[in-house]
Nanobody, 126 residues
Framework: QVQLVESGGGLVQAGGSLRLSCAASGRTFSSYRMGWFRQAPGKEREFVVAISRRGGIKRYSDSVKGRFTISRDNAKNTVYLQMNSLVPEDTAIYYC???????????????????WGQGTQVTVSS
């Protein structure tokens, strides 16, 4: 497993932007597909976006497509989530996760992810 630490959350007004980072420990970061999930109060955790090992394949949920962008820097063992045009419905705890499967497209199912960070709070005010 890999250890994950998220950062970059905070309070932002609707229409604003935030950039989340997820730093991974270990020397095998590039072997993991990475995902971002979020959980709003009273709701189940939901898939946001995922990226393949080298970054060539990205998978977005419909709710964030066109507003959020995932990227990764394997040399820095870090995955990023750039969030633009934020709306109050984006308010949630955001988690990054690592998955070590073999399929080319990273999964959207949280049960397939092996390692999770502690989460970072994102609050969007109206």
């Amino acid at each position: 497993q890999v250890q994950l630490v998220e950062s970059g959350g905070g309070l932002v007004q609707a229409g604003g932007s935030l950039r989340l980072s997820c730093a991974a420990s270990g020397r095998t970061f590039s072997s993991y597909r990475m995902g971002w999930f979020r959980q709003a109060p009273g709701k189940e955790r939901e898939f946001v976006v995922a990226i393949s090992r080298r970054g060539g394949i990205k998978r977005y949920s419909d709710s964030v497509k066109g507003r959020f962008t995932i990227s990764r820097d394997n040399a820095k063992n870090t995955v990023y989530l750039q969030m633009n045009s934020l709306v109050p419905e984006d308010t949630a705890i955001y988690y990054c996760a690592a998955e070590n499967g073999q399929a080319p497209v990273p999964p959207a199912e949280d049960a397939k992810y092996d390692s999770w960070g502690q989460g970072t709070q994102v609050t969007v005010s109206s």
